[in-house]
């Protein structure tokens, strides 16, 4: 897939125009999952918007082939099944001997209210027929 990009030059001066590219290994997984090598073609042109007339570019655009080989003992191309419920289990563990452990030692336990300083006195209920 062709990706355009512009950037400003400060100067011209220099005779060679030099453009980087990575082919990143999730996106040669991904893409091109199927195959284990890979010629790409690689194209490229260059065309400058400036205000001076005399400007001449030789070569502006330019076509070179990249190969590419799969090593198939770095690619790893996604997690066993078995990874996934024994990380689910042991995180159920992990939690479940986290809420025994401050259990054991009360943290869940409700705190008691210190007896009161001043002594409280409870009102009496006097019967109607008394009043």
């Known amino acids: 897939r062709c990706r355009p990009f512009r950037c400003p030059l400060p100067t011209l001066e220099r005779s060679e125009l030099r453009a980087r ?67 689910v289990l042991v995180g159920i563990l992990v939690l479940a001997l986290l809420v025994l452990g401050l259990w054991k030692v009360g943290f869940f336990r409700r705190a008691r209210r210190a007896p009161p300083a001043v002594p409280q006195y409870h009102a009496v209920r006097i019967p109607r027929e008394q009043r």
């Not at 195959?35 to 570019?57: F, H, M």
């Open 21 to 87: 590219g990575r082919l990143w290994n999730g996106t040669f997984l991904e893409e091109f999952l199927d195959v284990s090598s890979l010629e790409l073609i690689v194209r490229a042109e260059v065309s400058v918007t400036s205000p001076s007339k005399n400007l001449v570019l030789k070569d502006a655009a330019t076509q070179m082939s990249v190969s590419i080989h799969l090593d198939p003992g770095v690619a790893v191309a996604g997690v066993p099944w078995w990874v996934v419920p024994l990380a």
